[in-house]
């Protein structure tokens, strides 16, 4: 690490130190020629994510937005805090296990619905509802036909 102050290359640690979220090292250093001291940080580069939309505009994938996404669609469901947390934190595993740079959101709509559709039948049709724009109600119906019919078939209710 080059001394801002001198260019000098020979610098030392005096201090070195995790920061909150423990991804990042913050280091204290002095040169040893100017006794300049400076601050650098040094963290794990995570591989690049980046969602493509329908309309072909690229976003780096935010998982902030895919949790206030789910948590929208959880709202008031009888669902264990976090969920939402979990739930992205799954999607973004598999995302990334694909091992793709570049992903179609319709592929993190997808696994964000296959997330709620195990974690809360009621929030997964808010979520499809939105995402997947419906066409019209039969749309709707079939859906929730088929979750009825899922449900009847594994729970044993009528
Ligand atoms: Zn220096």
């Known amino acids: 690490m080059r001394c801002p102050q001198c260019g000098t290359r020979d610098t030392r640690v005096i201090d070195s130190r995790d920061l909150d979220d423990s991804a990042t090292i913050r280091r204290r250093r002095e040169c040893a ?3 300049t001291r400076f601050t650098t940080y040094e963290r794990v580069e995570a591989a690049r994510l980046v969602i493509v939309k329908r309309d072909g ?3 780096e994938f935010d998982k902030a937005k ?3 996404g789910l948590r929208k669609a ?4 009888p669902v264990p805090d976090g969920a939402a947390e979990q739930a992205a934190d799954a999607i973004e595993a598999e ?8 992903v179609p959101s319709s592929k993190v709509g997808a696994l964000a619905m296959e997330q709620l559709r195990a974690i809360d039948q009621i929030a997964y ?13 039969e749309d709707l119906k079939r859906e ?3 979750l009825y019919a899922e449900k009847g078939n594994g729970g044993g209710r009528t």
């Open 33 to 35: 020629s100017c006794a």
């Open 95 to 102: 995302l990334r296990a694909a091992g793709a740079s570049e």
């Open 66 to 68: 895919l949790v206030s």
């Open 144 to 146: 929730v036909d088929t």
């Open 57 to 59: 505009t690229r976003q």
């Open 125 to 137: 049709i808010r979520f499809a509802s939105v995402y997947q724009s419906f066409e019209d109600l």
């Open 74 to 77: 959880l709202t008031r469901r």
